[in-house]
């Protein structure tokens, strides 16, 4: 049993398995560099969406559906009653979203097939590659010619391109689904101030960064830590030396959720002012790619536009090229670029590891068990709540290895 926990890592990933901690009534430090909320962070600047992306472990669909279980209801309880719980505003909503398609099969990359997925009674098998998130209920996912998402969007008015825009473009069929998104600086600290409230040691702020597993082992010791998280993201290709690990650049524009123009494509149509806000995204040509997807998603006050997936890019900012991609993205999705304003950019990298590592440090001779937890790609959001209950369950030593 641990009964005092030294948790290393302040993204989405180390917080949340922070709380789980303090909530199973183990003592929490919390350590980490810099706060939260500083740039260099990837959760802060993160979409926000619930959707598994670039997460290939197998325990992804497991993790991902742990972390709905927990956001939906937010979501929820936030919609029935606005001054309910005041801590919880603004953290979470669900927002309908369009995934853009050439082709009827849709995706075809292999881990991202559900393959345990049976087609009904005269079903074609080219819908076969579908995830296994798709069959969640409270997701109401569909899958649609664009002329039926046109249909729907009569009613649903959708800020989306219209039926012609996307036959044009080649995007002739639609995933449609609901799912969460999180405000991610809001629910940081959310958490960061739970944390607090619960009475952890929390220095996020520190400006230290370890420099290997034994420093931590060192600096547990003497705060009389008897276990450790390993939350380190991406920098524990450098404090571990994993290979593995690697840094995926994404880049995003922000613009004001509030007021954004929308291009007037169709009087009264979907980019009408009475519109609702929508997620847009494509991996497919001509708009996006496997690598430089196109999507706009709506998060708390802002409108992100992305992006990029770009793994071993170190570059720290937008490269001028990218920028006008980024914009001719957004006025791919709707926005009217000459009037919207941007305000704000951002650069960071995912850490993307072929199999995420959420494991007990085996090799360990200390007395002080460890956790690593990092890894998770494009899928920090999606997975962060299973993540934690996993590494805590580990870390307690409730859950078998």
């Avoid at 959310?190 to 290997?212: C, I, Q, T």
């Avoid at 404090?239 to 690697?246: A, F, S, T």
């Avoid at 007037?264 to 149509?269: K, N």
Wanted: glycine share 8%; net charge negative.
């Amino acid at each position: 049993m641990a009964s005092k926990a030294l948790v290393v890592g302040s993204g989405a990933v180390g917080l949340r398995t922070a709380l789980e901690l303090v909530r199973r009534n183990v003592s929490v430090v919390l350590r980490a560099p810099c706060s939260p909320l500083d740039p260099s962070n990837t959760s802060q600047g993160a979409g926000g969406l619930w959707m598994p992306f670039h997460c290939d472990d197998p325990r992804t669909f497991r993790w991902a559906q742990e972390t709905l279980n927990e956001l939906l209801p937010m979501a929820t309880r936030q919609q029935a009653s606005p001054h309910h719980q005041e801590s919880e505003r603004g953290l979470v909503e669900v927002v309908p979203a369009v995934y853009l398609m050439r082709n009827h099969g849709g995706p075809t990359v292999e881990h991202f097939i559900d393959h345990s997925y049976e087609p009904r009674r005269g079903q074609s098998t080219e819908t076969l590659a579908l995830p296994g998130w798709t069959k969640d209920p409270r997701l109401e996912f569909q899958h649609l010619t664009v002329e039926m998402l046109s249909w729907q969007n009569i009613i649903n008015r959708l800020k989306i391109p219209p039926e012609e825009e996307l036959k044009q473009a080649g995007y002739l069929y639609a995933w449609f689904f609901k799912p969460p998104i999180v405000n991610t600086s809001a629910m940081l600290t959310h958490m960061l101030n739970e944390l607090k409230e619960a009475g952890a040691d929390v220095n996020v702020e520190s400006g230290h960064y370890y420099s290997s597993l034994d420093e931590m082992r060192n600096e547990a010791a003497q705060l009389d830590c008897d276990c450790i998280v390993n939350a380190t993201g991406l920098g524990a290709k450098e404090i571990l030396h994993d290979d593995k690990m690697v840094g995926a650049r994404g880049t995003l524009l922000h613009y004001d959720r509030e007021d954004c123009p929308r291009r007037d494509v169709v009087r009264d149509g979907p980019y009408g002012i009475n519109g609702t806000d929508a997620v847009i995204m494509t991996e497919e040509a001509p708009w996006g790619s496997d690598t430089l997807p196109c999507y706009l998603i709506p998060r708390g006050k802002s409108i992100v536009v992305g992006g990029s997936y770009l793994e071993e890019d170190k570059e720290p900012s937008i490269r001028n090229v990218e920028r006008d991609r980024l914009l001719q993205n957004a006025s791919n999705l709707g926005i009217n670029t000459e009037k919207a304003r941007i305000i704000g950019e951002w650069t960071g990298f995912r850490p993307y590891r072929p199999t995420a590592r959420c494991e007990l440090d085996l090799d360990s001779t200390s007395d002080i068990r460890i956790v690593h937890s990092y890894g998770y790609g494009g899928s920090g959001w999606t997975v962060n709540v299973g993540a934690a209950v996993e590494a805590v369950d580990l870390l307690i030593g409730t859950k078998k290895l």
